[in-house]
């Protein structure tokens, strides 16, 4: 079974997992793919019939080896993707994901593989999402969350999530990207709010931003 649907299933339920060790469940994949939950059980039912997910029912839904290997495959031609538009086509950061939603599926792999090459093979995408290799193989940072880092930590900005384009425009305008070092100077008391050094700016970040940010561990 290879459709666009069960592509953009297996893809949702690897992201669920990619950065965190808690299995996604079908009220949570309906959540993530904008679905009815119905609509969502269906198809999982579908996808365990052919071998790319196992799921009891009430359960969680995870992948099998099947799954995981289209899973990633369809992650790095996402990916590829994004930073082809990024660096090639003057794209910014929080554009790209619905673009490459539409070209992930029409690309051939021969020309997914001659846009890799172009670029130079890279080994993360423009929020710092690592891009599987040809051959399946993911090399994942070691990372801690922003929100969960302790007080003096520092460290390089590996990873942003690029779920909301409007907190990847904030963040850009408060000159948080990849590669920023940020220092966790402590939590502001009573509203929740993280503050942390970027160079010579102190930067106060709500909970929001504190769970979508990864520094280097």
């Known amino acids: 079974m290879q459709s666009t649907a069960a592509e953009d299933y297996v893809k949702a339920i690897y992201h669920h997992t990619e950065w965190q060790p808690e299995p996604i469940t079908p009220s ?3 959540s993530r793919l904008g679905l ?3 609509t969502v059980t269906e198809m999982v039912k579908k996808l365990a019939a052919a071998g790319l997910v196992r799921h009891r029912p009430y359960g969680a839904v995870e992948l099998t080896d099947d799954g995981r290997a289209l899973a990633v495959r369809q992650v790095r031609r996402h990916r590829v993707v994004e ?4 660096e090639r086509h003057g794209y910014d950061w929080d554009e790209v994901h619905d673009e490459a939603e539409i070209l992930e599926h029409a690309l051939s792999d021969r ?4 846009i890799a090459r172009s670029l130079g093979d890279p080994e993360r995408d423009p929020h710092g999402d ?3 290799a040809a051959d399946g193989t993911v090399r994942r940072p070691d990372a801690v969350l922003l929100a969960d880092a302790e007080v003096g930590h520092a460290g390089a900005v590996v990873r942003i999530s690029d779920a909301d384009p409007a907190m990847l425009r904030f963040l850009a305008g408060a000159g948080v990207a990849l590669d920023a070092r940020l220092t966790v100077l402590g939590q502001k008391p009573y509203s929740g709010s993280i503050q942390v050094r970027s160079g010579s700016t102190t930067i106060d ?3 929001d931003v504190a769970q979508a940010i990864w520094l280097a561990a």
């Not at 930073?83 to 990024?86: I, P």
């Not at 020309?111 to 001659?114: V, Y």
Request: proline share 15%; no cysteine; charged share 5%.
């Open 28 to 30: 949570q994949l309906a």
């Open 36 to 38: 009815a939950n119905s």
């Open 83 to 86: 930073t082809w538009l990024v």
């Open 111 to 114: 020309l997914l593989d001659s």
């Open 130 to 132: 690592p891009i599987p």
């Open 205 to 207: 970040v709500g909970p």
